[in-house]
């Protein structure tokens, strides 16, 4: 028997759970609110919960992560009347066992309920995973544990590995423990930076060629693929590969197979694929930039690193981690740090993410010079100056209110002007952060504000807007 949570406001949808868990022959308990259903999981072991997404102190998804981490680990079915495709998209990202929607049949609930008791069932059999080596990854976060139960996954497979994230997320570090991992771990790991090349470099560089294949080709080369046989492939911002190379890769991935340039035959390689992007590859697809089939052949297994502005709680452990390298290093001194410096550090957004944290402890720590402690004073001004922008902008608003009120019952200025005037002055601002947390960086500044290139550089010169370097 079985004991099953069901988190539902409507008393009559309760009844009719219960009704459908007891024919089952399981125990059921009922709570109404999300704050309910959550204490009583952490108060009792559940195998299963039926959770409404609508409920009277908020979203269920909103509980749903914290649900899964529970001490009895417990499968999560969405019951719901707001279903959309996104929503349950989200769900099943979150961790959702199926999702329901309302009105449904009794079997609409019993066959998904059965099935993830089953599974539960069978899970208990399986030999526990050997431990996880995880290498430099830093952070204990829930973000971080579920990319962690990924990279778990996909170790016990040859199966291909799509990491996806923000820049500076880490993703090589994740694609490195997932071969540390496997039963490839002892083989070579090859990385593939398909930025760095041009085509006809990058096609030299992955098959290989023949001495006198083209000009300059005094001798032959082994290709990345040839070095990577038996161990793992990794292509980093795979994204950036051309339309004639996404081809010829595809049929390398089908037949494992390849012909060096300027060769007579096929070569053969048993390489596992893994790959990382920080583009959006399936809005490249519907733009005709990327190969539907070869999507499919990347992404057997998907990783998304969370941006570290989801994790801040990992930036101690995070900080301790890089000093206690960077003091082992150089054989000098592991530095301490105040509470006060953590606490700048969580109050800055990381655009640049983990990398841009490192870059910043390592100017921290050249600013510090041979004192043995790390104070806010350290640190870069951006970073130090994120909450006194934050109190700025908040006076800034307060002080826009009050001059609105001071004006008013005087003659005002025709609205379009007004409108006018506020929007210059909106766009100045927002261009000065832009540049500000890109450093001036075109292409990564058009990424984050939607703006091609030309309108960007328009609207620069329009407000005199310095890059920040």
Same mark, same amino acid.
């Given at each position: 028997?079985?004991?099953i ?5 409507? #008393? ?10 007891? @024919? ?38 909103? !509980?749903?992560?914290?649900?899964r ?11 719901? $009347?707001t ?22 049949l ?40 579920? &990319?962690?139960?990924? =990279? ?7 199966? $291909? =590995?799509l ?44 098959f ?10 005094e ?5 990345l !693929? ?5 161990? %793992?492939?990794?292509? @980093? ?22 012909? *060096? ?27 005709g ?17 969370? *941006? ?51 870059? %910043? ?14 104070? #806010? ?18 006076? @800034? ?16 200025p ?31 500044? &058009? ?23």
């Amino acid at each position: 028997m079985a004991q099953i949570l069901v988190i539902e406001d409507d #008393p009559k949808i309760n009844r009719v759970l219960e009704r459908i868990v007891s @024919d089952l022959g399981h125990k059921v308990s009922v709570a109404f609110t999300l704050a309910q259903g959550l204490k009583a999981a952490m108060e009792a072991d559940f195998d299963i919960v039926l959770l409404d997404l609508t409920l009277p102190d908020g979203h269920g998804l909103r !509980i749903l992560p914290q649900l899964r981490e529970t001490a009895s680990l417990p499968e999560v079915i969405i019951v719901t $009347g707001t279903g959309s495709q996104s929503g349950a998209e989200l769900a099943f990202k979150s961790g959702a066992w199926d999702f329901v929607p309302k009105p449904f049949l009794q079997e609409d609930v019993a066959l998904p309920l059965t099935r993830a008791l089953q599974y539960r069932d069978e899970k208990k059999n399986v030999t526990p995973p050997r431990v996880l080596s995880r290498g430099n990854i830093v952070g204990d976060s829930m973000p971080v544990s579920a &990319c962690l139960k990924v =990279v778990a996954q996909a170790s016990i497979s040859d199966a $291909g =590995v799509l990491i996806t994230g923000e820049t500076g997320t880490g993703k090589e570090l994740f694609a490195r423990a997932i071969h540390a991992n496997s039963s490839r771990a002892e083989q070579p790991f090859v990385v593939v930076d398909c930025a760095a090349h041009s085509e006809q470099l990058i096609e030299s560089t992955l098959f290989g060629h023949e001495k006198g294949a083209f000009t300059g080709a005094e001798q032959s080369r082994t290709g990345l !693929i040839s070095q990577a046989n038996l161990g %793992t492939l990794f292509l @980093d911002e795979v994204g950036e590969l051309t339309p004639a190379m996404q081809k010829a890769f595809l049929r390398v991935l089908q037949e494992h197979s390849f012909r *060096p340039i300027g060769a007579s035959g096929e070569r053969v390689s048993d390489f596992r694929l893994l790959a990382a992007t920080n583009r959006n590859l399936e809005d490249m697809v519907e733009k005709g930039h990327f190969r539907l089939d070869l999507l499919h052949r990347l992404c057997s297994l998907t990783l998304d690193l969370p *941006p570290l502005r989801q994790h801040l709680e990992d930036i101690d452990s995070l900080v301790a981690h890089h000093l206690r390298l960077a003091g082992t290093d150089s054989g000098s001194m592991i530095k301490g740090f105040t509470p006060e410096f953590i606490k700048s550090l969580k109050q800055y957004s990381w655009p640049g993410n983990i990398r841009e944290l490192f870059n %910043t402890l390592d100017y921290a720590l050249a600013h510090s010079g041979s004192n043995p402690t790390l104070y #806010p004073f350290d640190l870069p001004p951006q970073v130090r100056m994120s909450k006194i922008e934050e109190r700025l902008d908040s006076q @800034d608003k307060q002080e826009s209110a009050v001059s609105f009120k001071i004006a008013h019952g005087q003659k005002l200025p025709p609205l379009q002007e007004v409108r006018e005037g506020a929007i210059a002055e909106l766009e100045e601002k927002y261009l000065l952060e832009l540049m500000r947390r890109t450093r001036g960086r075109i292409r990564e500044a &058009c990424a984050m504000a939607g703006l091609s290139e030309s309108r960007l550089h328009a609207l620069l010169k329009k407000y005199n807007t310095p890059r920040f370097r």
